[in-house]
């Protein structure tokens, strides 16, 4: 999979911009402010259907705009493939080969981006939430029925929430509790079936970068207790039933895959205690490989893989290993303010000062 063209229009701080795309990718370099990240954006927003700069679209309106439109053309399966995003305050449309999508969802089915952004620093050491969130996605992209399920659970969590709050009868709790269960356990099975796959990938990679120098590994954490010889289902059951009571009083929903973890440990201990930036990027990078691998090992086509700087807070060493990685079959964007960085990779460069 590549991305061949790219054309922006009053998108961020490009008023009009057209950009024939190397196959092999390009190092994007310019001052801080030119919009190397808002390229990467432009890109992932045709993968994704928005933005991981912000939440909001009106954002992304060029000064004294009233719409902006991303249109780009990807080629994979050996065909080419035009998604074209158009935002006009409130209204946003997207079009597949000029058939417009209902669901952003859809985009999942086609194009595979893989994005490294600053804050993904924040992957070991951030909120729960954001490793739900990163491994979610990844999962989505590895298999689109993950996506539904989550769809669904998130539905059911919102409806058994609102029941919680109010006065209820057994029978209506009972129904939401089956629907409930029954798709949690499905997404904690999805993620466990991913992470098996996900860490042996992350402890070679993590071994290669820091020269086999730090044992990496990864565990799942679920949110209410396992007995042994038990399954999740019965087990997530069990908890439901035994705490009914306290979900009643703080009126909402304390224990599902909505509140599970994912836990990862250096040479045996805390890696959100005792990882340094360097080791903390070095993981990210690790596992955004191992994303793009399984991606390839699920859909038999390389995904595009874009890093935001992500040589910052590296040693030399780990740097000269990240760049051996980067020499892939993979269509790879890279954005730096110092393009002496990633000299030795050799990929074509786009100057934005000269654009």
Request: glycine share 4%; net charge positive; charged share 25%.
């Amino acid at each position: 999979m590549r991305i061949n063209h790219l054309l922006l229009e009053n998108y961020r701080n490009y008023s009009n911009l057209k950009l024939d795309l190397h196959p092999a990718g390009a190092i994007i370099f310019g001052k801080n402010g030119s919009g190397k990240t808002n390229l990467l954006e432009a890109i992932a927003y045709s993968a994704f259907g928005r933005s991981f700069q912000t939440i909001h679209d009106d954002d992304l309106i060029h000064f004294q705009r009233d719409f902006f439109r991303i249109n780009s053309e990807f080629y994979l399966n050996d065909k080419n493939l035009n998604i074209d995003s158009a935002y006009s305050r409130n209204n946003k449309k997207i079009k597949i080969n000029q058939h417009q999508i209902k669901r952003l969802s859809e985009l999942f089915k086609y194009i595979k981006v893989v994005y490294f952004s600053p804050q993904d620093i924040d992957f070991s050491a951030g909120s729960p939430g954001f490793r739900r969130y990163f491994f979610d996605l990844a999962i989505s992209q590895f298999s689109y029925q993950y996506m539904e399920i989550l769809k669904q659970y998130s539905r059911v969590l919102k409806q058994r929430n609102a029941l919680l709050k109010h006065n209820f009868s057994r029978e209506e709790k009972l129904t939401w509790d089956e629907s409930y269960i029954k798709l949690g356990t499905q997404i904690i099975k999805k993620r466990k079936e991913y992470l098996q796959k996900f860490d042996p990938k992350l402890t070679e990679y993590h071994n290669f970068i820091s020269n086999n120098n730090e044992v990496l590994t990864s565990e799942y954490l679920i949110s209410f207790p396992m007995e042994k010889g038990k399954n999740i289902e019965s087990c997530f059951e069990e908890c439901l039933r035994k705490n009914e009571k306290k979900e009643i009083e703080n009126q909402r929903s304390m224990y599902g895959p909505h509140l599970d973890d994912y836990y990862f440990r250096l040479n045996g201990r805390s890696f959100r205690k005792f990882g340094s930036q360097g080791q903390k990027r070095s993981l990210v990078i690790s596992a955004r490989l191992v994303q793009a691998n399984l991606i390839f090992e699920s859909a038999g086509d390389y995904p595009i893989l874009m890093f935001d700087d992500i040589l910052a807070d590296l040693d030399t060493g780990r740097t000269s290993r990240i760049l051996q990685l980067l020499k892939t079959d993979h269509q790879i964007f890279i954005a730096t303010p110092n393009l002496n960085h990633y000299e030795i990779a050799g990929f074509p460069k786009i100057d934005l000062e000269q654009l």
